[in-house]
């Protein structure tokens, strides 16, 4: 039997890394990787643990289509965070709109600025 350990990267399509990474480093203090190899087009990898984001600007990518208000009920990439209050405090400082999980647990959906859904979980 197969035995997955965990997820290596997730690649999100952005129109402009230099904003992604103010959302993604400035916003959410992700760590850039610098050994981002030449791939022919702009991006950028962030690490998050021991996995990473992966940034792809890609000609004629766009946000995706039929975002629902609620992120919790479209593709979305979850992430751990250490406390829940100090992302509603830094969301709301900067303007970003966001929805609480609807599962009881201590989460919330948010976009990055290309409409990616995230969801962040406080961890135990």
């Known amino acids: ?3 997955v350990r965990s997820i290596n990267h997730v690649s999100l399509l952005v129109a402009d890394t230099r904003r992604s990474l ?9 760590p ?4 981002r190899p030449d791939l022919g087009f702009p991006g950028a990898w962030l690490q998050v643990g021991d996995g990473q984001i ?3 600007e890609l000609s004629g990518s766009g946000p995706p289509q039929g975002n629902r208000q609620h992120g919790g009920r479209d593709y979305h ?4 965070v250490a406390s829940l209050d100090e ?3 830094a969301l709301e400082a900067a ?5 609480r999980s609807r599962s009881g647990r201590k989460a919330l959906f948010c976009r990055d600025p290309d ?3 995230l969801e962040l979980l406080e961890s135990v």
């Open 87 to 89: 992302v509603v405090q």
């Open 95 to 99: 303007g970003i709109e966001y929805t």
């Open 115 to 117: 409409g990616n859904a």
């Open 32 to 35: 850039v990787d610098g050994f």
């Open 54 to 56: 992966h940034l792809l």
């Open 77 to 80: 990439l979850a992430m751990d």
């Open 1 to 3: 039997m197969i035995e």
């Open 22 to 30: 103010e959302f993604y480093h400035g916003l959410l203090g992700l």
